[in-house]
């Protein structure tokens, strides 16, 4: 399709947009009917060429702010409210909905991608995804740059995070909440410590191994176990460390791959260690009353994810998005989000405020890590679209064995 | 109309005017099944058929295709994937016989043992029936759990040396198949009952009275007259368990080494949003099961007992 530059004006050029959408479908019956010659031309025009232009701010009319978050990732009594949320509608009068929408980083892409990339208005001004779908939108030109006058609280973001590769300075992203993936074991069950990878492949465990499906923190915590850095690996790196996985699972050591459901596994015992998720250790452990199962950084190093915020380019209350992120930078905000949800807080200042809220709570390394801890993980690079397909699809190939 | 229409009866002197305002009200009565039937199934069949050949244009972000004639499609899907279709209709055929091994003896004990019992014999459908008023993924999650290795079945099986020690059944064919099979039971079981409840007991007797052994009666008389409930109760068993993803799934009972297309799909959908192999894989699916099924039918003759 010709290249015309569209006008500069939003209104007229989305109508424009909306007819070259149109303009597609009508020929991509005709490729259909008629062959590969008409799709071929259709290929040169693959979409995301234009730039997309950010929606008109309507945030002093219009004050609400819809965000959209995972499942239990909010502080909440016991009748359903959020109490730092409504304390923040109280301080600026911005009615904020909360949306319990993201269950999964890839299904809630496939959701929203179709009208991102028409720059439409997705019904959430701010999203909270793991960094590495994060990196895919600001690659894409789907998210917003912020106005750091409406974040003051922005100097507040940890200095570990601050210039991640995909979005140095933070000018489109803030980490909301973070993790480590590492090692787990079951301490009834399992005399000897687990302490490194090499651990998970003894004679003991053999068969009773989970480790989770979510690429990066898997095959982080198996590259890094090879020595391999994981900010900046190869795509050999990855393959080898592919490798001992699939070795591992034809040799029967791994049992099973999976998502957030590996708690399940551990708590019926087929799992009696593996790689996983530190926040859920935590919530588990508190179930059981007492730290039944051993959340361990590998001496190889852990991985460490974020998921974080940004707020879509066709979002017209962006400065209440901003309000509200800026919101949740205030370290005594923070401190009490963090004693709720036990994820890692990415706020300076929260760890001071969190032992006036809980000594023990600030002390717990998996929600306030200290620089020894932290020195122990790292995180996944981003990956070019090009290599996310090409890995993912090497990863899946195990996965359905 | 309707009412002009309901007031001549078949018997109404001008025969084909009201024959033709009858095919009419036929045709409307139809039109919110035809509707739905082009709305929910030609429609996303045929995008489902323009999925299947679409292709990536070079330098595509994840998940975006454009429309052409890319017929790899499916011989990638059956290069990849082949290993799991098989496996998919070979767990789909041992759950399915299992089912019925237990299903018919249940169906037998139900509309004949019990004819002169009506109201145990509604008891026991009422109890095929239980299992539905939880949620089969609760069930197939509680397997999972009754199944687990530090659970008291592994343990038992293991202490009376039935299982070796270093063995374990969740994520392997096994629970897979016996899930499979514990999930459609009920779908064997109640055409098996509606057909062995039709059955003419004199029948047997008479046979009886011809020297007939009891298994010459089973073969001649009871099998043949049951067929449509075999007939009926294996197609909706096989059918639905070939394209089951959630027992298979690593989820559930299955793991790594026991994906089916279900799964397969899924995942090319969801995780790898590789639409066009997703879409070839599901019709793949579709085809291989109306061969499948088509061959089935024909040689069990049973066209008319459908």
């Known amino acids: 399709m010709n290249k015309q530059n569209l006008p500069e004006d939003p209104i007229i050029r989305e109508l424009v947009q909306h007819a070259r959408a149109a303009q597609i479908s009508r020929r991509a019956l005709l490729g259909g009917a008629f062959g590969g010659a008409i799709a071929l031309s259709l290929a040169a025009c693959a979409p995301g060429e234009q730039a997309l232009v950010a929606a008109e701010d309507i945030s002093d009319s219009d004050p609400t702010v819809n965000w959209a978050n995972w499942p239990l990732y909010l502080d909440e009594d016991d009748a359903g409210n959020h109490p730092t949320l409504d304390a923040f509608t109280a301080a600026t009068g911005i009615t904020a909905n909360y949306l319990v929408d993201v269950d999964d980083n890839n299904s809630y892409f496939a959701k929203v991608k179709d009208q991102l990339a028409l720059g439409q208005d997705i019904g959430a001004d701010a999203v909270c995804l793991t960094e590495w779908m994060v990196s895919r939108w600001i690659r894409r030109g789907w998210t917003q740059e912020f106005n750091l006058d409406n974040i003051p609280n922005h100097a507040n973001v940890v200095d570990t995070l601050l210039n991640p590769d995909f979005d140095p300075g933070r000018m489109s992203s803030l980490p909301w909440q973070g993790g480590f993936a590492g090692l787990v074991y079951n301490s009834d069950l399992v005399t000897e410590p687990v302490v490194s990878v090499a651990d998970l492949w003894r004679e003991d465990l053999k068969g009773r191994i989970v480790v989770l499906s979510e690429m990066r923190d898997t095959l982080g915590v198996m590259m890094s176990s090879q020595g391999v850095d994981i900010t900046k690996f190869t795509a050999d790196d990855f393959y080898n460390a592919l490798d001992e996985v699939e070795a591992r699972v034809t040799d029967g050591y791994i049992r099973n791959i999976k998502g957030n459901s590996y708690s399940e596994d551990l708590v019926s015992e087929d799992a009696l260690a593996g790689i996983v998720w530190s926040g859920d250790i935590t919530v588990l452990n508190l179930e059981a009353g007492y730290e039944k199962w051993k959340f361990v950084l590998p001496d190889s190093g852990g991985t460490f994810w974020n998921d974080t915020f940004m707020v879509p380019i066709g979002s017209p209350r962006k400065t209440n998005a901003e309000k509200l992120i800026n919101w949740y930078y205030d370290p005594a905000i923070a401190a009490q989000v963090a004693a709720w949800v036990n994820y890692v807080t990415p706020v300076n200042g929260a760890y001071e405020e969190a032992i006036k809220i809980d000594p023990a709570l600030a002390e717990n390394q998996l929600i306030f890590p200290n620089a020894d801890t932290l020195s122990q993980v790292s995180i996944f690079r981003s990956l070019s679209d090009a290599e996310e397909n090409e890995f993912q699809a090497a990863f899946q190939g195990v996965l359905l064995g | 109309?309707?009412?002009?229409?309901?007031?001549?009866?078949?018997?109404?002197?001008?025969?084909?005017?009201?024959?033709?305002?009858?095919?009419?009200?036929?045709?409307?009565?139809?039109?919110?099944?035809?509707?739905?039937?082009?709305?929910?199934?030609?429609?996303?069949?045929?995008?489902?058929?323009?999925?299947?050949?679409?292709?990536?244009?070079?330098?595509?972000?994840?998940?975006?295709?454009?429309?052409?004639?890319?017929?790899?499609?499916?011989?990638?899907?059956?290069?990849?994937?082949?290993?799991?279709?098989?496996?998919?209709?070979?767990?789909?055929?041992?759950?399915?016989?299992?089912?019925?091994?237990?299903?018919?003896?249940?169906?037998?004990?139900?509309?004949?043992?019990?004819?002169?019992?009506?109201?145990?014999?509604?008891?026991?459908?009422?109890?095929?029936?239980?299992?539905?008023?939880?949620?089969?993924?609760?069930?197939?999650?509680?397997?999972?759990?009754?199944?687990?290795?530090?659970?008291?079945?592994?343990?038992?099986?293991?202490?009376?040396?039935?299982?070796?020690?270093?063995?374990?059944?969740?994520?392997?064919?096994?629970?897979?198949?016996?899930?499979?099979?514990?999930?459609?039971?009920?779908?064997?079981?109640?055409p098996l009952y509606s057909s062995i409840e039709r059955l003419d007991l004199r029948l047997l007797e008479a046979s009886n009275d011809l020297y007939a052994g009891a298994f010459t009666s089973f073969r001649k008389i009871t099998l043949p007259l049951t067929m449509p409930g075999i007939i009926s109760g294996t197609l909706l068993t096989f059918i639905p368990a070939a394209g089951d993803y959630v027992n298979a799934s690593a989820n559930f009972l299955g793991s790594t080494s026991t994906t089916m297309i279900g799964n397969v799909i899924e995942s090319n959908f969801l995780v790898l949003q590789n639409y066009p192999h997703a879409a070839s894989m599901s019709l793949i699916l579709m085809s291989a099961i109306l061969v499948l099924v088509s061959a089935y039918v024909f040689k069990s003759g049973t066209d008319d007992l459908l």
């Open chain 2, 1 to 190: 109309m309707s009412l002009t229409a309901f007031s001549h009866g078949p018997s109404g002197v001008s025969a084909e005017p009201a024959a033709q305002k009858k095919s009419r009200i036929v045709w409307f009565l139809l039109l919110p099944g035809l509707v739905y039937l082009v709305l929910f199934f030609i429609t996303p069949l045929i995008s489902l058929v323009i999925t299947a050949l679409k292709e990536a244009p070079p330098g595509a972000f994840i998940g975006e295709y454009v429309t052409a004639l890319r017929w790899e499609n499916y011989s990638e899907v059956l290069s990849l994937y082949g290993e799991h279709s098989i496996r998919s209709f070979v767990y789909a055929a041992a759950a399915t016989l299992i089912a019925l091994a237990i299903g018919y003896p249940l169906a037998y004990f139900i509309g004949v043992r019990l004819r002169p019992y009506p109201l145990w014999q509604s008891l026991a459908l009422v109890l095929v029936i239980a299992p539905f008023f939880i949620s089969f993924l609760l069930r197939t999650v509680a397997w999972k759990q009754l199944l687990a290795d530090e659970g008291f079945i592994v343990g038992t099986m293991k202490a009376w040396s039935i299982l070796p020690p270093d063995t374990h059944i969740t994520g392997t064919a096994v629970s897979v198949i016996f899930g499979l099979a514990y999930n459609f039971i009920p779908f064997m079981t109640l």
